[in-house]
């Protein structure tokens, strides 16, 4: 017998949990792609999505993942030959930066391992060094979703801006939009991805690119741009087709339709705190555990640790023991240990990760520790005691800049399904 039986957390860090709104929002006939409500629905899509990001500039749309919107945002910018600069935190900068070097760019990488965030001095030596502003983009992952560690993009564009340096920074919020906060124009972000399946809540399929002014000027003189990937005519579209040069992923805009209503129905500063608090109580029941044994987190300064996912250790192999346990006796299905060492070593059973983000609530995050915890003592792994207790008193304590955990008067409105 298994306790698995009953609705199934997949508490990856992406693709997330879907709503049932957005499901049902796609459960419907095919509709016309040549005028009529498809067509003004997808207009709308478009200020929703300028104010998750806080953004003031445009959206392009792709059919694609996340990597789809990293070589769009690339090729969009770039020439080959231009130099680019990736400061890499984690698995998905080494990708980006492959990507840009597999197009033609002359990349060169600054790693900041595993566990510290991109540190903003080295930008401003690199940008100092670089006089004759030959550094055309400046590459970096706002949360890499492998190390769990969030970059501080604020503090990276404004070295860029106190040089005058003219690179471009292109971001990758792929895992933490909609989850960390993140302002496009407040930080000097000039081009920003993400995809459709982390905090946007939809199924793996659409690619999306944020880009402003500076960024389209950019456009004019990028020799790396083809008419596929092309992001002008998909943000001045003279016929509907244009918007996804070809046929429109009809279905995946109605899911994103209606994720973007439950974001702005919460608003987007309610969705960032309850991905900072639920991630507070992960770090609280991962504090308790490695009081007592040898679950560690990976980042151990919190002010450099995501919001969506955390990315946790045990000796090998109780990390992979520990995930299979979760999956087939408790009906919760944790990340694998992405990019912390490669499959085949043994390090590679150590490592996991616990997704919090998106449409994910305090009894499925308490309920997955709570998990975690049972599956710790299943396996005789040894841990601190007080996880769960620990977890629920960080979020019982009040929110920031409210007296009481529970505001008296009328039942907030939960956006439950
Ligand atoms: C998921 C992710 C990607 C890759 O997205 P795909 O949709 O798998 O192509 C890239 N960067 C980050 C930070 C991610 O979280």
Known sequence: MTLANGRPYLAIPGPSVMPDRVLNAMHRASPNIYAGELVEMTESLIPDLRAVARAGGDVAIYVGNGHAAWEAALCNVLSRGDRVLALATGRFGHGWAAMAEGLGAAVEIIDFGKRAPADPGRLRAALQADADHRIRAVLVTHVDTATSIRNDIAALAAERDALGHPALILVD?????????????????????????????????????????????????????????????????????????????????????????????????????????????????????????????????????????????????????????????????????????????????????????????????????????????????????????????????????????????????????
């Open 173 to 417: 919020c792929i895992a933490s939009l909609a989850c960390d906060r993140f302002e496009m124009d407040a930080w000097g972000a000039d081009v920003m991805v993400a995809g459709s399946q982390k905090g946007l809540m939809t199924p793996p399929g659409l690619g999306l690119v944020w880009f402003n002014a500076r960024a389209a000027a950019a456009r004019a003189r990028a020799g790396m741009v083809t008419p596929y990937w092309d992001w002008a005519p998909r943000t001045r579209p003279g016929a509907y087709y244009e918007y996804f040069c070809g046929t429109a992923p009809t279905h995946h805009l109605y899911g994103l339709r209606a994720a973007l209503d439950m974001i702005g129905e919460e608003g987007i500063e309610a969705v960032w705190t309850r991905h900072a608090r639920l991630a507070g109580a992960v770090w609280a029941a991962a504090a308790a555990w490695g009081a007592g044994g040898p679950l560690r987190l990976n980042v151990a300064e919190p002010a450099h640790r995501s919001h969506a996912v955390t990315s946790m250790s045990l000796p090998s192999p109780h990390g992979t023991a520990l995930r299979d346990w979760l999956e087939r006796e408790a009906g919760v299905t944790l990340g694998i240990g992405l990019g912390m060492a490669e499959p085949g070593d043994p390090a590679w059973h150590g490592h996991f990760r616990l997704a919090h983000m998106g449409h994910v609530n305090a009894h499925m995050t308490l309920g997955a520790l709570a998990a975690m915890d049972a599956a710790l003592k299943a396996l005789d792994i040894p841990h601190g005691a007080g996880a769960i207790d620990a977890a629920a008193a960080s979020l019982a304590a009040a929110p920031p800049g409210q007296a009481k955990p529970l505001p008296a008067g009328p039942m907030p409105r939960v956006l439950g399904t």
